[in-house]
């Protein structure tokens, strides 16, 4: 009797947690984004970004790229891309790219298409900083290393 019990229970709450989760996937994503790239120039504090996304909603990727200074060539983290400063071939997709300065932070991604933002948290293991010449504090690399393609697939609701 209680076994039976507690299986009603299980599949009602099964039944009640789908619908949700499809409304969900039908309102957004995942993002697809592929090649994508984040580095430092060397010996500059310009940092180049490039990706492609694809999502529910865009007939083709978008391409979206930014170039945006560090601080300075020693930086031992990737620019700030702030709000309207990354670009992308299509005007419906927005983008933002922010690792705190903090030795060792990981980076928070966030991709918004037709008004839906995905965040991506990229693992402070996937940013590489290179201290070149340890008494030339000018002299910094500092690159994503991560997969190129990966998913978003966090929502904002
Ligand atoms: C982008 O990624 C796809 C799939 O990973 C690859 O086939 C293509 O060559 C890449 N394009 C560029 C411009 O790197
Ligand atoms: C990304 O979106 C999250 C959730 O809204 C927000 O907390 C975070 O500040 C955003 N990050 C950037 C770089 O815009």
Request: positive net charge; aromatic residues 4%; glycine residues 6%.
């Given at each position: 009797?209680?076994?039976f019990?507690?299986?009603?229970?299980?599949?009602?709450?099964?039944?009640?947690?789908?619908?949700?989760?499809?409304?969900?996937?039908?309102s957004a994503g995942p993002y697809d984004i592929t090649n994508f790239s984040a580095s430092k120039v060397h010996l500059s504090g310009y940092c180049n970004y490039a990706f492609d996304v694809s999502a529910p909603g865009l007939s083709?990727?978008?391409?979206?790229?930014?170039y945006l200074d560090a601080g300075?060539?020693?930086a031992t983290w990737l620019a700030y891309v702030y709000?309207?400063?990354?670009?992308?071939?299509?005007?419906?997709v927005t983008w933002t790219f922010y690792q705190p300065t903090t030795e060792g932070s990981g980076a928070t991604f966030n991709v918004t298409v037709n008004g839906v933002k995905g965040t991506y948290a990229v693992p402070a293991g996937d940013i590489t900083v290179s201290l070149n010449s340890e008494p030339n504090?000018?002299?910094?690399d500092v690159a994503y290393t991560g997969p190129k393609a990966f998913q978003i697939t966090d929502f904002e609701a």
């Open positions: 009797m209680k076994t019990t507690s299986s009603v229970i299980l599949l009602a709450s099964l039944a009640t947690a789908s619908p949700m989760r499809h409304a969900n996937r039908r083709a990727p978008a391409h979206c790229t930014a300075f060539s020693g709000e309207g400063a990354g670009n992308c071939d299509n005007a419906a504090p000018f002299d910094n």
